[in-house]
């Protein structure tokens, strides 16, 4: 199933602000997530598989892509591997990315940094200040957002992306459409902080600085969704007690140059003593606090930008999370699309067991991916070979190669399950879409 492809405009606020518009049209969306893409393409050898990942997501329908445009200090394809030094080969990847993406019809939401150490981000960031100053290295990401070094070096990166111009299509970052907006961070937090007042500070200041650089895009700040002091009566809903993260949802998203609201969803790795059972309820009342608090405080619109589930039980999963937020959406409450975790090329391993494939992977990482199941669901192999009375090596490796065997099935059949919901979802956004462009043209 291909979806007519989004139009070429940049995406907006509706006058009331409670969703997103494209060309004067409502805007709702499926999405997915594949961080990976600027670094794959910026290697000539492995722009198939950001082509694969690009065409696949437009012919199951997706109109929108959530994935990193930083890469930061001794990783492999670093776009900034010194401060303000940037790889004109991995720029050149990212231009890839986004001048295939505007060909497929597809739009781009661009994380600025991380809170997490992969691809560097703010633990990077403050070991260069540390440098620069002189001082013992901590890897402390929480330090970022008062570090003035680390902030002269985060601006100059704003700077230079937002004025990047592609080197495929000649045209401007600042003034792209396929770009659909920047997140200042993935997932940021400021743990120790109970007041909040370190991140609300940074978010208010670099969302401003960044809105001056480029008024065309919309801005959000990337974060999971925790619920702070702002909305008391909604901290229960915390998946558990958050309020050392420095983080408050409503507050955080108040501040004017931010246009939309996000949230992630994690019930695996947040709620890791209940039933499955238990998550799904979980789940339902994390997305159906923050559509009210958008709805009836924030006015702005709530993006679920981030969720995943194990691989038992997926299709179900995504089923309730795609229905909640469709019927959030027919019922005109502020809420515009969901970004599923995560999609990938089939030359890609599903290194966190999350990853949804659209067409099958290659019998190489077919293998490697069940392995990883084994390893993460298994006891160590000396310990199983203990308990059995130590088996002989030939009895493990036929034991071993009886689950990857049976893992491989297993997956091949969940996946297509949860690939048929997706592009059920999708239909029935893009239907939201048609139906709403016919409401404005009566």
Known sequence: MECPAPAGGFVQLSPDRRRFELDGSPFFFTGCNSYYLMTRAADPGLQQQVLEVLDDAKAAGLTVIRTWAFNDGPEWNALQPAPGQFEERVFVGLDFVLAEAARRGLKVLLALTNYWTPFGGMTQYVKWSCERRGVPITDKAQAFYADRHCQD?????????????????????????????????????????????SLQDWIDSTAEFLKSLDSNHLITVGSEGFLGSSTPDLLPDNPYDTMNQGCDFLRNHQSPSIDFATIHLWPDSWLTNVDDERRVQFARRWINCHVDVCTQLLRKPLVLAEFGWKLDGRAAYYDKVFEQVVSHAKAGHAVTGSCFWMTASSAYPDYDGM??????????????????????????????????????????????????????????????????????????MHELNKQGKECKVM
Request: proline residues 7%.
């Open 153 to 197: 070096i985060f601006k100059n990166f704003l700077v230079t992306i937002t004025s990047r111009t592609n080197t495929f299509t000649g045209v401007p970052y600042r003034d792209d459409p396929t770009i659909l907006g920047w997140s200042l961070a993935n997932e940021p937090r400021c743990e120790g902080d109970y007041s909040g007042s």
């Open 355 to 428: 990853t949804v494939y659209f067409r099958p992977p290659t019998p190489e990482v077919e293998s490697q991916n069940a392995e990883l199941m084994v390893k993460n669901a298994q006891p160590d192999q000396q310990q199983c070979a203990a308990d059995s009375l130590q088996p002989s090596l030939g009895d493990l490796q036929s034991k071993l190669q009886g689950q990857i065997s049976s893992l491989q099935d297993h997956a091949r059949h969940n996946n297509k399950s949860v690939v048929e919901v997706i592009r059920h979802n999708a239909k029935t």
